[in-house]
């Protein structure tokens, strides 16, 4: 829903249902569409539609969280779903008709270009501290501006959670992050809230990404009232954005100069996950 509005390209689809998982699983097989029981415990399972995959999700709502991970339990109560979820633009939902279910804000949030979450930001970062770095990535993806003083000083307060987050999530954020068109002012703000070093613990100039080099001075194919400009070149992808902030005399000679090649581009992706992102 939320690309819709921003009229970008959508790459995933995500369902909810007020079936229970072993309905849903039911009402699927009597139309023969296979189901993968990705996390019943959950309320999530995942059809297979003509080579597609869409999860499929039931209406829950959280009873306690670590930090991390969240005990649910099942609802039929739509708006109780919503606030569960992290940012107001993420809380969007819309049926069968196209009719947008906007329970706290999120549209006029896409507008403004602002980033919020759903009630109070410590007690959400809290419940999850993946959030972030969430935060962090959908300002990169979305926002314009910096963000607010209240989520950069609770993203600064709690900044050392984040070495209790797994690898894997990290490197997943940190990727997609990178892969935004213009990632270097908010890697500043993270830079600035303490939290890029938890994850590249060394010094890194952010401002290489901004190099006239990288600029695509052409506009986008599909123009949007949403889109950023300039924008980076979207030939250079996350890993070539990473090796560039992190590449010194030093790094290539232990590297080696040709790993940065696209030849090499395996090994330099190990290199820089074991040697720059926390695992």
């Known amino acids: ?91 969007l939902y819309a049926d069968k008709h196209g009719h947008i279910y906007d329970y706290f804000g999120g549209i006029q949030d896409l507008k403004t270009r602002k980033l919020n979450f759903i009630g109070n930001a410590e007690d959400r970062i809290k419940e999850d501290y993946l959030r972030i770095l969430r935060a962090f990535r959908f300002h990169a993806k979305i926002c314009i501006g910096d963000l607010s003083d209240e989520i950069l000083d609770v993203c600064k307060k709690h900044s050392h959670m984040i070495q209790n987050l797994s690898g894997e999530r990290i490197r997943e954020e940190i990727f997609k992050l990178l892969e935004c068109n213009d990632p270097a002012p908010t890697l ?18 952010c401002e290489i990404l901004s190099s006239p080099l990288l600029i695509n001075t052409k506009p986008p194919i599909k123009p949007s009232a949403y889109v950023h400009t300039p924008f980076l070149d979207p030939t250079i992808d996350a890993l070539t954005k990473l090796a560039l902030l992190i590449r010194t005399a030093e790094d290539r000679a232990s590297l080696g100069e040709e790993s940065f090649q696209k030849k090499s581009k395996r090994n330099t992706y190990l290199y820089l996950v074991r040697n720059y992102i926390v695992t």
């Open 1 to 91: 829903v939320r690309d819709s509005i921003l009229q970008r390209d959508i790459h995933d689809i995500d369902l909810a249902t007020n079936l229970l998982p072993n309905q849903a699983v039911k009402a699927l097989k009597l139309r023969n569409i296979k189901t993968i029981p990705t996390g019943l415990k959950h309320g999530t399972i995942t059809a297979i539609l003509n080579k597609r995959s869409f999860e499929i999700t039931t209406l829950r709502h959280d009873i306690k969280c670590d930090g991390r991970h969240a005990k649910v339990e099942f609802t039929n109560d739509w708006q109780a779903d919503a606030s569960r979820r992290d940012f107001t633009f993420n809380a």
């Open 188 to 205: 500043k703000s993270m830079q600035k809230s303490d939290v890029l070093q938890k994850i590249i613990p060394k010094e890194v100039k």
